[in-house]
């Protein structure tokens, strides 16, 4: 197994984490969703007040290998406030290419951001899974994640375009 570097992602990982991105959304049968551009994603997550924060996963090169670090998975993730448990951390995204699935990359994306959650003062870590992936529902719960649709019967709803429009009276 090749080595694995966890770490902050840099303004100049913007056009790998993108990829990473329409790939997930492909994984996802949800490609068209997919709007954000580069540009986008240096804007809001880089600058004085970054709208998210992420974290990439790169495969180190053996030595004497010409190829350097190759970014093979990504976690995105953002502050958000609950008025019951005051701080806590939503990660939207994980995703690892298929390839480098089953070496704990994933694993280590999430615990890295727990280590974020709690420097942070944050006493919860949200996120969400589509019903369809299994394999992922498994890991978050065999890593200690309640299933808060199981345990609580919370639904997820979004409001976007013209609801959002019309909500607004605009």
């Not at 994603?41 to 924060?53: I, Q, S």
């Not at 004497?64 to 993730?77: A, F, M, N, S």
């Not at 699935?101 to 951001?113: A, D, F, L, P």
Request: aromatic share 10%; with cysteine; net charge negative.
């Amino acid at each position: 197994m090749a080595a694995v570097r966890i770490r902050e992602a840099e303004e100049g990982d913007c056009g790998d984490v993108l990829r990473l991105i329409r790939e997930l959304a492909e994984y996802e049968k949800l490609s068209e969703q997919v709007t954000i551009s580069e540009e986008g994603l240096r804007a809001d997550g880089f600058g004085e007040n970054p709208f998210y924060h992420c974290l990439v996963a790169e495969i180190l090169p053996a030595p004497g290998d010409p190829q350097g670090p190759r970014i093979v998975g990504y976690g995105l993730y953002c502050f958000v406030y609950s008025t019951w448990k005051g701080r806590n951390i939503y990660l939207e995204d994980i995703y690892v290419m298929p390839e480098y699935r089953g070496q704990g990359i994933g694993s280590k994306i999430i615990k890295k951001v727990a280590e974020v959650a709690l420097d942070q003062g944050c006493s919860q870590f949200r996120l969400a899974v589509l019903e369809w992936n299994k394999r992922a529902i498994d890991l978050y719960k065999a890593l200690g994640a309640r299933d808060l649709t199981q345990e609580e019967g919370w639904h997820a709803f979004r409001f976007e375009g013209e609801a959002m429009e019309k909500l607004a009276g605009r």
